[in-house]
């Protein structure tokens, strides 16, 4: 069973569509997050949610938004998609925020923006 | 700025041999991270070391950390073609709003 599962792992897409990456967690975490890694392998944090509530948000343009119906669950919507948003992106969970913990991630969703 | 730096970005060595790597970071930390990324995958996490702690094992792994020199080194020992991967070190600034910060990574090739 995976423990941090992403859909889709590939996402090829015109510039100006809006689209969505969805995860889910069955390790029963309360902490997640979503990351992107650009092509030079640089990881950086884009939000991050502890039981629902939103408790790391970054310097990301207000065109993605992430939303957790549930603490197993954290998706992340773009819109208006531009070049630049080409990268991978990869959700990761922990037992608790802090970051006091190991993450678990996910194999991550490769974007491409046409 | 960057928190983590690993040194060096790129290493290829022999299977069996010893494999080092470098991470120094500019400010204090409550805990470093390493994780592995093999190609095409997500990040793996490999050991955590707290700040109060010098030096932890696990399997073929060694980290050490000096809080003096705000270093720290992941040592693969007998390393296996299986081992070729990407390593990142992730720092947690103390005191800071709970995120890790990652290094741009190591690239490691181990050559049967």
């Known amino acids: 069973d995976t423990a941090v599962s992403q859909t889709p792992k590939y996402l090829v897409t015109q510039m100006g569509n809006d689209k969505s990456i969805k995860c889910e967690q069955n390790?029963?975490?309360?902490?997640m997050y979503w990351y992107k890694q650009d092509s030079k392998k640089f990881l950086k944090i884009m939000f991050s949610y502890n039981n629902k509530e939103l408790i790391i948000n970054e310097t990301v343009p207000n065109r993605f938004s992430p939303k957790s119906p549930d603490k197993a669950h954290l998706n992340l919507h773009i819109n208006s998609l531009e070049l630049g948003d080409s990268a991978v992106y990869f959700c990761?969970?922990?037992?608790?925020?802090?970051?006091?913990?190991?993450?678990?991630f996910g194999d991550g969703t490769r974007l491409s923006i046409l | 700025s960057q928190q983590g730096e690993e040194d060096p970005q790129a290493l290829s060595i022999q299977e069996g041999e010893n494999a080092t790597m470098n991470c120094s970071y500019k400010?204090?930390?409550?805990?470093l991270q390493w994780y592995r990324q093999n190609s095409g995958r997500g990040l793996v996490h490999l050991i955590l070391i707290r700040s109060n702690e010098r030096e932890k094992h696990s399997g073929r792994l060694r980290v050490t950390l000096d809080t003096s020199k705000k270093s720290s080194s992941l040592l693969i020992t007998a390393s296996r073609a299986a081992d070729t991967a990407s390593y990142f070190c992730?720092?947690?600034?103390?005191?800071?709003?709970?995120?890790?910060?990652f290094g741009k990574g190591i690239t490691l090739s181990v050559r049967p």
């Open positions: 990761a969970s922990s037992l608790g925020p802090a970051a006091r913990q190991p993450q678990h």
């Open positions: 390790l029963g975490h309360d902490t």
């Open positions: 400010t204090s930390i409550n805990n």
């Open positions: 992730a720092t947690l600034v103390a005191g800071a709003n709970s995120k890790l910060t």
